[in-house]
């Protein structure tokens, strides 16, 4: 049997907008495309959602001048409204999402497993940037 220890990174951020604004802007497909990139020289072309237990999701990342694009999809493992998302994503790594409401601000806190290929410092990096170009999309469009 084969034991491996998972890292887990933590990226967070309180985006000023009310819990209900902040979950639209993050499981609906035409936000999702808006703000699910890490850099401006990327975007997300297409986005599907089904937010339920079981339901699947994926988004289509892509660098803009074509040189690369990947798929980054799952299945969401629990999803309670305006509150908490955990999924699994296609390479088995785990998820989890949670959104607490502070008056009109939310903070969100992602903590997903590392993958073995890049950086600690790398993906968090990543994930990070993501969810500050979330926080820009948002407070933009409240």
Known sequence: METT???SITVENTVKAPVEKVWKFWTEPEHI???NNASDD???PSAENDLRPAGKFSARMEAKDG???FD???VYDEVRENEYIAYTLGDDRKVEITFSP???ETKVVETFEAEGTHSIE???GGWQAI???FKKHAEANV
């Open 131 to 133: 969810l500050d170009n």
């Open 122 to 124: 790398l993906q968090r």
């Open 67 to 69: 040189s690369f694009g």
């Open 42 to 44: 990327w975007h997300t």
């Open 72 to 74: 980054f999809g799952g």
């Open 102 to 104: 502070h008056g009109n």
């Open 33 to 35: 495309k808006q703000w």
């Open 5 to 7: 220890n998972k890292t």
